[in-house]
């Protein structure tokens, strides 16, 4: 007799099997993709670069500055 919680032997341990491999190639994508975190610039290092190029002069930049503090 079935008390409808064996299913068979396919219940809960099944669902246990797949959540594995599904991790597992959850992670692989994630370490491969890569932080590109390191590669974005500050809105201070770009600041800097503007003032460096002479896109901004220097009264513009330490107002700038000055109101990212």
Same mark, same amino acid.
């Given at each position: 007799?079935?008390?409808?919680?064996?299913?068979?032997?396919?219940?809960?341990?099944?669902?246990?099997?797949?959540?594995?491999? @599904?991790?597992? @190639?959850?992670? @692989?994508?994630?370490?491969?993709?890569?932080?590109?975190?390191?590669?974005?610039?500050?809105?201070?290092?770009?600041?800097?670069?503007?003032?460096?190029?002479?896109? @901004?002069?220097?009264?513009?930049?330490?107002?700038?500055?000055?109101?990212?503090?």
């Amino acid at each position: 007799m079935m008390d409808g919680f064996s299913m068979g032997g396919w219940g809960f341990g099944m669902g246990l099997m797949w959540l594995v491999p @599904i991790l597992f @190639i959850i992670a @692989i994508v994630y370490f491969l993709r890569g932080d590109d975190r390191e590669d974005w610039l500050s809105v201070n290092d770009i600041l800097d670069i503007r003032f460096a190029n002479g896109e @901004i002069d220097e009264k513009e930049y330490k107002r700038k500055k000055e109101i990212l503090k």
